[in-house]
């Protein structure tokens, strides 16, 4: 199992938001900056989120932004942004949240593929925490694995 492409331009660090649909957003951002999303995709997680709750705040401190396969999506890709100031979600557990990570699938076999290479990253109990202390592209590219 291997991550999503994790491009240098799909990662921000120290954002700012207001609260999750501008952290959200910026993770959609960061997507379509990558080439993997059209700019239309935050809308469609931030939905995907308003109908559901927020079920994508995986663990505390980590959110897994996504929707599903559909024409916003152009390739398989993820995206990174770690936020200066963590927001609440609203989830009972596992907020705040200070690292959003936004995913891109082409297909249903693909997202879970990809949401299992994601989930071994954080196997690592510190992975959420130095992500979000993460001062450079490098530092969070090493920690997601990728060289």
Do not use: C, K
């Not at 331009?9 to 957003?25: F, G, K, L, N, P």
């Not at 059209?38 to 939905?47: A, H, K, L, Q, V």
């Not at 949240?97 to 989930?119: D, N, P």
């Not at 592209?137 to 694995?145: D, H, N, P, Q, R």
């Amino acid at each position: 199992m291997t991550l999503p492409p994790l491009p240098q331009s799909a990662i921000v660090i120290a954002a700012q938001a207001a609260d999750w649909r501008a952290a959200v957003t910026l993770a959609g951002d960061a997507l379509a900056r990558s080439g993997a999303a059209r700019p239309g995709y935050s809308g469609e997680m931030i939905r995907m989120i308003e109908e559901h709750g927020p079920y994508v705040v995986i663990a505390p401190g980590l959110a897994l932004a996504h929707a599903r396969p559909g024409p916003d999506v152009l390739a398989e890709g993820l995206s990174i942004v770690t936020l200066a100031t963590p927001v609440n979600f609203g989830h009972p557990y596992n907020d705040p949240v200070r690292v959003i990570l936004g995913l891109a699938v082409t297909s249903s076999s693909e997202h879970l593929a990809a949401v299992a290479a994601v989930a071994n990253v954080f196997n690592d109990s510190t992975a959420i925490s130095d992500l979000a202390a993460a001062t450079s592209v490098e530092e969070v590219l090493a920690i997601m694995g990728v060289s």
